[in-house]
């Protein structure tokens, strides 16, 4: 597509409920980024794909967040038992190849509430 | 020490004016620098980016790094209220994830 694209744009969820949050990144692009930011905040590192794999995932808050790239081009982020802090925008973002020199560009968001 | 620390602002100038925004990081070993502007309730939007010591020109933005004092800068010269918005500086490490800063609110005033 002509940009990275996520879905939903908005999720309101219960406590306790389990969410999935997709990202479609740029076509071509194999890097791709996930981002939590709340706000007055910049944007917080969750996870680095390249390709298929997760190469680096020392963001991640704690183990009820996973994120796939299962083909290599459309990633979800999957929360198990929300929680009220994990109330924020998550972003996406893609690059061309990763690592140095690459530019990312972002997705709109999706903005998540825990109610 | 935050990786990536900026003021957060308000940067307040007059319209017509130079806003300077300015950026330090931690990591040493850091080689790709980046300047995102986000409008509110908007996701950031890539501006600017510096590889190489020394000044990078695009329009009316000049991004500054300088790898020995560990500072990266955005002057944005002939300032418009358009250009109110927070700008986070990114950096890019030997770990190939990118780092924010909290970002600078610039306000333009007519």
């Known amino acids: 597509g002509a940009g990275v694209s996520q879905t939903p744009s908005n999720k309101v969820t219960e406590k306790g409920k389990y969410v999935e949050l997709r990202c479609d990144p740029i076509?071509?692009?194999?890097?791709l980024y996930w981002y939590r930011q709340s706000l007055g905040q910049g944007p917080e590192f969750l996870i680095y794909?390249?390709?298929?794999?997760?190469?680096?995932d020392s963001g991640l808050p704690n183990d009820r967040f996973f994120a796939v790239r299962p083909e290599g081009s459309v990633s979800t982020l999957k929360i198990q038992r929300t929680e009220r802090g994990d109330s924020a925008v998550y972003l996406c973002?893609?690059?061309?190849?990763?690592?140095?020199?690459?530019?990312?560009?972002f997705g709109q968001g999706t903005r998540l509430t825990v109610v | 020490q935050k990786e990536v620390e900026q003021n957060s602002g308000p940067l307040s100038v007059p319209e017509g004016a130079i806003a300077s925004l300015n950026c330090t990081y931690s990591?040493?070993?850091?080689?790709?620098f980046f300047w995102y502007r986000q409008y509110s309730g908007k996701s950031p939007e890539l501006i600017m980016f510096?590889?190489?010591?020394g000044d990078k020109e695009d329009g009316r933005f000049t991004a500054q790094l300088n790898k020995a004092s560990q500072y990266v800068s955005l002057l944005i010269r002939d300032s418009q209220p358009s250009d109110s918005a927070t700008y986070l500086c990114?950096?890019?490490?030997?770990?190939?994830?990118?780092?924010f800063g909290t970002g600078t609110r610039l306000q333009v005033f007519p």
């Open positions: 973002a893609s690059s061309l190849f990763g690592g140095e020199n690459t530019e990312a560009f």
């Open positions: 076509s071509g692009h194999t890097a």
């Open positions: 794909f390249q390709g298929t794999g997760a190469a680096d």
């Open positions: 990591d040493r070993g850091s080689q790709s």
């Open positions: 510096i590889y190489s010591n």
């Open positions: 990114a950096v890019n490490g030997n770990t190939d994830k990118l780092i």
